[in-house]
């Protein structure tokens, strides 16, 4: 049977970090940029190493207010060369198994845009996996970059009919029902290879363990 990844956000500074290593089988740390620090970047990053996670940088746009989550813009080469130094400067901290954007950088970069240009430049440079959403410009960095891509698929949130996320702006973007969590999840695991469960929603824990019991009952072997 398929082996599917569990993927969990971690190192944000919300307090399900520890209960989430023991059901998740990849981490995306946050680099200390859109939320945490640099120390509980590399705190982190210790503690999943030694339950023997797979650990990934999950770099943002430096955006505290907003959680690294507001739509970015970029007029100029002077920002897009800037967010090339933040980004390598974020994934400086540590060492990693992979790279995943966070937020509206993952976002901004399921179409192309401004914004891909320096995240290709990252996996090109550090030869990075990317963690991304498949059927989306993803795809064309990894090409780009000429890495792997990890194809994720998103337990907690909703989708829109072409595939792409519902906007956590909109009603019902976040999932909360056991039951149509548990159908997603399922559906997910026949074309993706890591399913993704947010670590800054109070009910991430038992979301997470939902979808690990899921995908064990359903035969799939559960691992990185």
């Not at 999950?58 to 060369?81: F, K």
């Not at 800037?82 to 950088?105: F, T």
């Not at 792409?164 to 399922?186: K, N, T």
Request: hydrophobic share 40%; aromatic share 4%; with cysteine.
């Amino acid at each position: 049977m398929k082996r599917i990844d569990i993927n969990v956000d971690l190192g944000e500074g919300f307090p399900f970090d520890d209960q989430l290593m023991k059901v998740a089988t990849s981490a995306n740390v946050c680099c200390g940029a859109h939320a945490g620090s640099v120390e509980l970047c590399v705190e982190t990053v210790e503690k999943c190493r030694s339950l023997g996670l797979r650990v990934g940088a999950h770099p943002g746009v430096p955006d505290r207010a907003h959680m690294g989550r507001a739509p970015i813009v970029i007029e100029a080469e002077e920002e897009r060369v800037e967010l090339l130094r933040s980004l390598m400067e974020q994934c400086s901290v540590a060492e990693w198994d992979y790279i995943k954007p966070h937020g509206a950088l993952y976002n901004a970069t399921t179409e192309p845009g401004p914004a891909t240009v320096p995240v290709v430049a990252v996996a090109l440079q550090l030869r990075l996996p990317l963690m991304g959403m498949p059927g989306t410009h993803h795809e064309h960095i990894a090409y780009a970059a000429e890495v792997p891509l990890i194809r994720e698929g998103f337990a907690d949130r909703a989708y829109l009919p072409d595939g792409r996320l519902v906007s956590r702006s909109e009603p019902g973007a976040l999932l909360s029902d056991p039951a149509l969590i548990g159908a997603q999840v399922l559906v997910l695991a026949e074309r993706v290879d890591s399913i993704c469960v947010h670590g800054d929603n109070p009910d991430c824990v038992e979301i997470a363990a939902l979808v690990r019991s899921t995908l064990e009952e359903c035969g799939y072997e559960v691992g990185a």
